[in-house]
C-alpha cells in the first residue's frame, strides 16, 4: 500500500496567505504537512493569518514539515567568491527563527543559483563551496533538529544529476544531508526517475511532485506530462520512503476550496495505481 500522505508546498496554492479563508480551507483539507518558503506571511502586516495558521496546525494535527529556503545569486551558497558565500550562510541563517517557530524537519536548498557552466573545473569548484558551507551549518541543522534537503535542479544548475549529488553528498552525514528530488526538475532523465529514487535510498528525505514535457520544468499536475508515476511510486515503496509526497504544481486560479480539491482529485488518482 502506498502511504505518504498528502503534501504541498503552499506556493503550488496561493502565492501568499493574507486571507483567513485559506487557513479555512487548508483545516478542511486531506493535506497532511506543508512546505513554507520565506514569503507566505509577506502581506500579514498584524500576524493575524499567521497566528490563525499556527493555531490550525494545533488543533489538526497538521504540520509544517518543510521550509524552502530563498534561492537566487545572493543565497547561493556554492558562489565562488568566497565573501559573496560567507554573506549568503549569513543569510540562511537568517531564516532560523521562522524553522523554530514551525518545527520545520526538512530544510530544502537549492544547491546553486541558476548558472550557466558545463565546466568541469568550475563546476567541482562550486561543489566544494557548497561541501564548504554545509560543515559550516551542520552544527546548526543538529541544534535546530532539521535536516537539509539539496534539490534536484534543472539545467546546467550545481545538483542536476544524480552525479551531482553523489560528489555533494560523499562523506557527509546521512542522518543530516539528503536530497528533496524534485522530479520536474530533471530534463531529459525522467525514463531514470525510479532508478534513481532506488539509488537515493535513506538519502531522499523529501519530494517536490509535478510533472513536465521532459524538456524543462513545467510544475504540472501528475499525469499531464512524461513522468511514468507507477514507476515512481513502486520505486519510492520499495526504499520504504516515509517522507511527504509534497505537491509543487502550479494552481493559481479558483477559490481555496477549488484549488485543493484538484491536488486531493490528483493524489487519490497517484494512489489508484499501485
Known amino acids: 500500500m502506498f502511504d505518504c500522505g498528502l503534501g504541498a508546498s503552499l506556493t503550488a496554492l496561493t502565492d501568499y496567505l493574507a486571507d483567513r479563508s485559506w487557513v479555512d480551507a487548508l483545516r478542511k483539507s486531506e493535506i497532511k504537512t506543508f512546505e513554507l518558503n520565506?514569503?507566505?506571511f509577506f502581506y500579514d502586516f498584524d500576524g493575524a493569518v499567521r497566528n490563525e495558521f499556527k493555531a490550525m496546525l494545533?488543533?489538526?494535527?497538521?504540520?509544517?514539515?518543510?521550509?524552502?529556503v530563498p534561492f537566487g545569486g545572493r543565497e547561493d551558497l556554492s558562489d565562488p567568491d568566497e565573501p559573496t558565500r560567507i554573506r549568503a550562510i549569513s543569510r540562511f541563517r537568517a531564516h532560523y527563527p521562522v524553522i523554530r517557530e514551525f518545527g520545520c524537519k526538512y530544510l530544502v536548498l537549492h544547491p546553486s543559483a541558476e548558472i550557466r557552466t558545463n565546466v568541469k573545473a568550475e563546476r567541482d569548484h562550486r561543489i566544494d563551496q557548497l561541501r564548504k558551507s554545509m560543515l559550516e551549518i551542520e552544527d546548526d541543522m543538529k541544534e535546530l533538529g532539521t535536516q537539509l534537503a539539496l534539490e534536484f535542479l534543472p539545467r546546467l544548475c550545481i545538483g542536476n544529476t544524480l552525479a551531482?549529488?553523489?560528489?555533494?553528498?560523499?562523506?557527509?552525514?546521512?542522518?543530516?544531508?539528503?536530497?528533496c528530488f524534485d522530479v520536474n526538475h530533471i530534463m531529459s532523465q525522467y525514463p531514470m526517475i525510479p532508478e534513481m529514487t532506488r539509488k537515493l535510498g535513506k538519502r531522499l528525505f523529501t519530494t517536490h511532485i509535478s510533472d513536465?514535457?521532459?524538456?524543462d520544468e513545467c510544475h504540472w499536475l501528475p499525469g499531464n506530462g512524461v513522468i511514468d508515476w507507477?514507476?515512481?511510486?513502486?520505486?519510492?515503496?520499495?526504499?520504504d520512503y516515509r517522507g511527504p509526497f509534497n505537491y509543487e504544481t502550479r494552481l493559481q486560479e479558483g477559490m481555496p476550496d477549488r484549488r485543493i480539491?484538484?491536488?486531493?482529485?490528483?493524489?487519490?488518482?497517484?494512489?489508484s495505481l499501485v
Open 38 to 40: 520565506a514569503m507566505m
Open 58 to 68: 494545533a488543533e489538526t494535527g497538521k504540520r509544517v514539515i518543510s521550509f524552502h
Open 164 to 179: 551531482d549529488m553523489d560528489q555533494i553528498l560523499e562523506g557527509m552525514d546521512p542522518e543530516i544531508f539528503g536530497v
Open 212 to 215: 513536465y514535457n521532459g524538456i
Open 230 to 239: 507507477k514507476g515512481f511510486v513502486e520505486a519510492l515503496k520499495d526504499i
Open 261 to 271: 480539491k484538484i491536488l486531493e482529485d490528483n493524489f487519490n488518482y497517484i494512489k
